[in-house]
């Protein structure tokens, strides 16, 4: 099993800055693509950045230009950083890994609890 861990949540005023991590552990042989979600109270999970490993990062619309993924390959660490955050950014952010437990296995998505984020006044 893999598990992922996020950390780093919680709450802040709007233009302030944030720093997400992911942790994973576990069977882990490879990862691929590590990306990050969100969910805010009666919309739809959406897709804030993605990274697949060793390409460039995708962002959603609404975070492009504040919002910046990066990834430590030798720690198994997905990081966020999240600046001049917006009152809209509240949500639960999620962690997701596709992951390979062995050499030749298809990748799994594994997803982590999630941590809240809040912008507020």
């Known amino acids: 099993q893999v598990q992922l861990v ?8 709007p233009g302030g800055s944030l720093r997400l991590s992911c942790a994973a552990s576990g069977s882990i042989f490879s990862i691929w693509a590590m990306a990050w979600y969100r969910q805010a109270p009666g919309k739809q999970r959406e897709l804030v ?3 697949p490993s060793g390409a460039n990062p995708n962002y959603g619309d609404s975070v492009k230009g504040r919002f910046t993924v990066s990834r430590d390959n030798a720690e198994n ?5 999240m600046n001049s955050l917006k009152p809209e950014d509240t949500a639960v952010y ?3 890994a596709e992951v390979s437990s062995f050499r030749g296995a ?3 998505d594994f997803w982590g609890q999630g941590t809240q984020v ?3 006044s």
């Open 106 to 108: 298809v990748p799994y």
């Open 77 to 81: 660490t997905l990081y966020l950083q």
């Open 6 to 13: 996020e950390s780093g949540g919680g709450l802040v005023q």
């Open 94 to 96: 999620y962690c997701s």
């Open 118 to 120: 809040t912008v507020s």
């Open 49 to 51: 950045a993605r990274i």
